[in-house]
Nanobody, 124 residues
Framework: VQLQASGGGLVQAGGSLRLSCAAS????????MGWFRQAPGQEREFVAT????????DYADSVKGRFTISRDNGKNMVYLQMIVLKPEDTAVYYC??????????????????WGQGTLVTVSS
């Protein structure tokens, strides 16, 4: 499975961005999809994940209420809508695919495929 993330950019604090991730080369609906981020000098951290059909969703506490993950299995796409962005949201954002199970979904080592990352910079 190949993943291509896009939609990053420079935004002021309080602004919004929508990240997209296009999947190809596999059965998209067979994968849990996740978003992770990595700030300079820090480890990659969990942001959000969505189950195969979108029925189950999980968010990191730091983004809950501000970020929304969604997927469109007909288009092989997963999205991350981000609002009320903060400077601490600045990072490279990665989409990832995991064949499951749902348990352990927050662990980056669980994910089988990764996109190349898209940079989000939030200025204060």
């Amino acid at each position: 499975v190949q993943l291509q993330a896009s939609g990053g950019g420079l935004v002021q604090a309080g602004g919004s961005l929508r990240l997209s991730c296009a999947a190809s080369g596999g059965t998209f609906s067979a994968y849990i999809m996740g978003w992770f981020r990595q700030a300079p000098g820090q480890e990659r951290e969990f942001v959000a994940t969505i189950s195969w059909t979108g029925r189950s969703i999980d968010y990191a506490d730091s983004v809950k209420g501000r970020f929304t993950i969604s997927r469109d299995n007909g288009k092989n796409m997963v999205y991350l809508q981000m609002i009320v962005l903060k400077p601490e949201d600045t990072a490279v954002y990665y989409c990832a695919a995991d064949s499951g199970p749902w348990t352990g979904r927050r662990e980056p080592n669980r994910y089988d495929y990764w996109g190349q990352g898209t940079l989000v910079t939030v200025s204060s």
